[in-house]
């Protein structure tokens, strides 16, 4: 029997989760993969395309690229409605019916109703979006004006790292960073040390940090605190929040009080045994309540390799599944070139070390997915390979 597994989206965990699943199942699946962009972007390096250190080409993987050699067929599209009762997925090209589906959607900015924000404001979620930020920065310093003002608003990982890259492009120009932050310090949900660490570096650089006051309107040049303070803005990037898609907002399927799909430990929606999602999208749930996961990269693609191996043996009705448990690891931020923070668990270390070392993680993903196809067949045609996956372990080539 040919089974239709369908993955919607192809970031992080939907990537992982395809290759997975076509090493898994072999030729008893149709693995189909569904994304709205062309290419698999690696977006933990946006901030350095808006300030136009790096190109977007040098971040991005085409899908079509690695994802055909490896057997599994993609579709560049938007999915705009999900009908579980009938298992199909909509999209403007018509119809497609899946056996098992997979959800790794993502997230989208969460503008907070604030008014203007949307229209005045620029999202920072994809390369496409850097792309339009460093675009528009340039002709801003072009005009030599003496009024430049950038503002962040968000000052978590994103509006940290992209606050430094707007050091690193504006120091020879007349222009004002401003940070700002709607809880008491910057990163939130980093230990307090460092915290004080970014907003000292930042604070020395001469980056303004506002803490504990929100936007609460924008306007084409300036923006409004909830203190009633108003500020000049000549370009405002958007890093306040984020909220699940349209997609998954219009699931009937149970979702938490933030709109997030909740799944249960084996990564499978409680009400429809069939739909499996990883990711920004979801909220994990067990026994104990929801797990207090962060937003991160790395946790989707664990998530992805589990869910994808629960997918093969529900379909195939070989074994029980496996629950989802959680790993931790170092998170790496950069504030320009010359100041990064590694961060593990209380502990962190800082240096401009830390910003090669992530440039070398963002190599390494990138050459990984471009040999996973190879990869990919030869573990399919190695007794135990599918073994190898469930061990979390590598192959070592």
């Known amino acids: 029997m040919n089974f239709g597994i369908v993955i919607v989206g192809g970031g992080f965990g939907g990537l992982e989760a395809a290759f997975t699943l076509r090493t898994l199942m072999g030729d008893a699946a149709t693995i189909t993969l569904i994304d709205r962009q062309a290419e698999h972007s690696f977006l933990p390096s946006i901030h350095e395309v808006s300030s136009g250190k790096i190109d977007a080409r040098s971040?991005?993987?085409?899908?079509?690229?690695?994802?055909?050699?490896?057997?599994?067929?993609?579709?560049?599209?938007?999915?705009?409605?999900?009908?579980?009762?009938?298992?199909?997925?909509?999209?403007?090209?018509?119809?497609?019916?899946?056996?098992?589906?997979?959800?790794?959607?993502?997230?989208?900015?969460?503008?907070?109703?604030?008014?203007?924000?949307?229209?005045?404001?620029?999202?920072?979620?994809?390369?496409?979006?850097?792309?339009?930020?460093?675009?528009?920065?340039?002709?801003?310093?072009?005009?030599?004006?003496?009024?430049?003002?950038?503002?962040?608003?968000?000052?978590?990982?994103?509006?940290?790292?992209?606050?430094?890259?707007?050091?690193?492009?504006?120091?020879?120009?007349?222009?004002?960073?401003?940070?700002?932050?709607?809880?008491?310090?910057?990163?939130?949900?980093?230990?307090?040390?460092?915290?004080?660490?970014?907003?000292?570096y930042l604070r020395e650089k001469g980056v303004t940090i506002i803490t504990s006051e929100r936007i609460t309107a924008v306007r084409e040049a300036s923006l409004v605190l909830s203190s009633g303070r108003e500020l000049p803005q000549s370009m405002l990037i958007w890093s306040g929040g984020i909220k699940p898609s349209s997609l998954i907002n219009g699931l009937t399927l149970p979702k938490d009080p933030a709109g997030w799909l909740i799944v249960d430990d084996h990564l499978r929606s409680p009400e429809d045994e069939r739909i499996f999602a990883v990711g920004d999208a979801v909220t994990v749930t067990t026994s104990n309540g929801a797990l207090p996961l962060p937003k991160l990269a790395y946790h989707a693609q664990d998530q992805a390799k589990v869910a994808a191996i629960n997918i093969s043996s529900f379909l195939q009705r070989s074994e029980d599944l496996i629950r989802y448990e959680p790993r931790f690891k170092p998170q790496l931020i950069s504030i320009g070139k010359n100041m990064g923070i590694y961060a593990q668990g209380d502990k962190f270390w800082t240096g401009e070390w830390v910003v090669g070392l992530k440039k070398a993680v963002e190599r390494r993903h990138l050459m990984a997915y471009l040999s996973r196809p190879l990869i990919t067949g030869i573990a399919r045609r190695i007794p135990g390979g599918s073994l190898l996956i469930r061990m979390g372990l590598k192959l070592p080539f």
């Open 59 to 200: 971040i991005q993987i085409p899908l079509e690229t690695i994802l055909a050699p490896a057997g599994i067929r993609y579709i560049q599209g938007d999915v705009s409605a999900i009908d579980t009762v009938n298992r199909q997925v909509s999209m403007a090209a018509g119809g497609l019916g899946y056996d098992c589906l997979l959800l790794a959607t993502g997230a989208e900015n969460n503008f907070f109703g604030v008014p203007g924000a949307e229209r005045f404001s620029f999202r920072f979620r994809t390369s496409g979006d850097a792309l339009r930020i460093r675009e528009s920065l340039e002709r801003l310093l072009a005009e030599e004006r003496k009024d430049v003002h950038l503002v962040m608003a968000g000052g978590g990982t994103e509006g940290v790292e992209v606050a430094g890259e707007l050091l690193d492009r504006t120091h020879d120009h007349n222009a004002t960073i401003t940070v700002i932050e709607a809880q008491q310090q910057l990163l939130p949900g980093f230990p307090a040390a460092i915290r004080d660490f970014a907003e000292k």
